[in-house]
């Protein structure tokens, strides 16, 4: 009897991660977009307007993968306050998201840039400079100083912003509201961080670093796990609703998909083939795509911007 509940034991446990894996989605290019002589940097999906920004001016529908209009004055890096009907590109420009009609414009010159929700506040930030908007208004709240030298930010929802110190690999862990800096994770050797997502609900962060996916606890900035890449992203992305982290891969013009099995314990599901030298991703929360971009061509004076689309 005890060798038969053993070996119930043993088939019920490898269902159970034949299950998981089975569930596990399998990506591959569905498709490609060619975008011509464009060039793109952040990318992002308005899940509730189901469009994807960032692709230089041009707006992509997520839905059909297909180009619906363009921001006159758009390039990469937009912030999206979807509850506010209004977006936000880091060179100043205010446009509504539903018409795409450019309405306002402010003196700023970011690189990255984040919307947060609860103070309706949209940053972008290069070096030591940071601009702070008010999306509800359209208008420039301050010009300050966030930090030095920052890369990606996310926000968790709560009012914290966290931003990559991408020299030092550090994390910081902002207040929404007073800008006031709360505490730095140091992350030894990182190399240099850029790219930044979060599991808003297990609270964990997933930094880019040289040759590796990092996950910090976004409480007290300690580290859960060491996942080995290709080459660090200039961009990751985090699917809320599967529990999976991707890293585009320059080096080998692949993407690194990891699982979040619990809070504490990530496992490499697959590494899947991008088609070109993307290091930059947004994920669609809805069909699960993630959207990748890379150039074709031999300089930057012929290259062509191409966005590929992986699918589950």
Not at 47 to 67: A, E, F, P, Q, W
Not at 186 to 211: E, I, N, Y
Not at 241 to 264: I, K
Request: hydrophobic content about 40%.
């Amino acid at each position: 009897m005890r060798r038969l509940w053993s070996t119930l034991l043993a088939l019920s446990s490898l269902a159970l991660v034949n299950a998981a894996t089975a569930q596990t989605p399998h990506y591959h290019v569905a498709k490609t977009i060619d975008l011509g002589h464009a060039r793109a940097d952040y990318i992002i999906v308005d899940t509730h307007g189901r469009r994807l920004y960032g692709l230089g001016d041009k707006v992509i529908n997520v839905d059909h993968d297909s180009i619906v209009g363009s921001v006159q004055g758009g390039g990469g890096g937009y912030a999206i306050a979807s509850d506010l009907d209004r977006g936000f590109v880091r060179n100043g420009t205010l446009f509504n998201l539903t018409t795409l009609a450019v309405n306002g414009h402010v003196e700023a010159a970011g690189d990255g840039i984040r919307y947060d929700r609860v103070t309706h506040r949209a940053f972008t930030w290069r070096d030591k400079d940071a601009w702070i908007v008010d999306m509800r208004t359209g208008k420039l709240i301050e010009k300050s100083t966030i930090g030095d030298g920052l890369e990606s930010g996310v926000v968790d929802g709560r009012g914290k912003m966290f931003l990559n110190v991408e020299d030092s690999g550090f994390v910081q862990r902002i207040d929404t509201r007073t800008l006031k800096i709360e505490e730095t994770f140091k992350v030894p050797r990182c190399g240099h961080a850029q790219g930044l997502s979060m599991d808003t609900k297990t609270r964990r962060l997933f930094m880019a670093c040289d040759t590796e996916m990092v996950v910090l606890n976004a409480d007290n900035g300690r580290i859960l796990s060491r996942i080995k890449v290709p080459s660090r992203a200039d961009e990751n992305c985090f699917d809320q609703s599967t529990r999976l982290a991707f890293n585009p891969n320059r080096a080998d013009s692949t993407m690194t998909v990891v699982h979040e099995d619990s809070p504490d314990k990530f496992t490499v599901v697959e590494k899947v083939p991008t088609g070109g030298a993307a290091r930059t991703c947004a994920v669609d929360d809805v069909t699960h795509k993630v959207y990748v971009f890379y150039y074709n061509g031999t300089s930057r004076a012929t290259a062509r911007l191409v966005a590929a689309v992986m699918a589950p």
